[in-house]
């Protein structure tokens, strides 16, 4: 079975603190997509990024950065000098590649909360 | 990425009543998904709806209280029925990736509901 474990439930940083958000999956499938969604107060789900599991290359997009390792099935994601716009409650998720439903299994989330 | 309007946005329904969600995608997609995030918590899908079948239902869902309908391949419903104050969620459809590529699954922006 699909599971995504967040084990940190609240983190708290002072602005300009970097942050780094963890996530641990588990699947029996050899290919599996992993996501990061962003949930501000405002309640919408705000897309981050898509890895696929054959691609452990890290990647960077402005103060946002993501490590993929196989090897510990973990995907966790660093914000660098953090604000306060980036206050929310961060989602990893899963998602099998060619079975029957394709459906996104999410983590529990973390909330960020960053004070200025 | 696919567009999807969801209605109502927000709604205080009267124990015992029923609501019904719905969602329209602005391209055809073949599976649509319904999620329930519960005040606090994290997103629970609650079935898969594909275009022409019945809807497949995850553990603790049952289509008597959650009915689902997919008359075509841009629209679906979720009925919230015999509301209880315990359904008070937020509830949520989804789309797959279009186009494969480094997409996410699109959500629409959630109905909030309170049951009094």
């Known amino acids: 079975a699909q599971k995504v474990t967040q084990a940190q439930t609240e983190i708290s940083v002072v602005e300009k603190e970097d942050v780094t958000l963890d996530c641990v999956y588990e699947?029996?499938?050899?290919?599996?997509?992993l996501f990061w969604y962003k949930q501000p107060p405002s309640g919408e789900l705000v897309f981050l990024i898509r890895?696929?599991?054959?691609?452990?290359q890290n990647e960077i997009s402005g103060r946002y950065s993501w490590n993929f390792q196989k090897s510990t099935s973990s995907f966790n994601f660093t914000i660098t000098a953090s604000q306060v716009v980036d206050s929310a409650v961060y989602f990893c998720?899963?998602?099998?590649?060619?079975?029957?439903?394709?459906?996104?299994?999410f983590g529990t989330g973390t909330l960020l909360a960053v004070q200025p | 990425s696919a567009v999807i309007s969801q209605k109502p946005s927000r709604d205080i329904c009267q124990r015992g009543t029923s609501l019904t969600i719905q969602c329209q995608v602005d391209?055809?997609?073949?599976?649509m998904f319904w999620y329930r995030q519960q005040p606090g918590q994290s997103l629970t899908l609650i079935a898969t709806?594909?275009?022409?079948?019945?809807?497949?239902?995850e553990s603790g869902f049952v289509i008597d209280k959650f009915p689902i309908s997919r008359p075509n391949l841009t629209f679906s419903t979720l009925t919230v029925s015999n509301m209880s104050p315990e359904d008070s969620s937020i509830y949520l459809c989804?789309?797959?990736?279009?186009?494969?590529?480094?997409?996410?699954?699109?959500f629409g922006s959630g109905t909030r509901l309170t049951v009094v």
């Open positions: 989804s789309v797959d990736p279009i186009g494969g590529g480094r997409s996410g699954y699109t």
């Open positions: 699947t029996r499938d050899t290919t599996y997509y």
């Open positions: 890895r696929n599991s054959f691609d452990e």
């Open positions: 998720a899963l998602s099998e590649v060619g079975g029957a439903t394709n459906k996104l299994i």
């Open positions: 391209s055809q997609v073949t599976m």
């Open positions: 709806a594909n275009q022409g079948s019945e809807a497949t239902y």
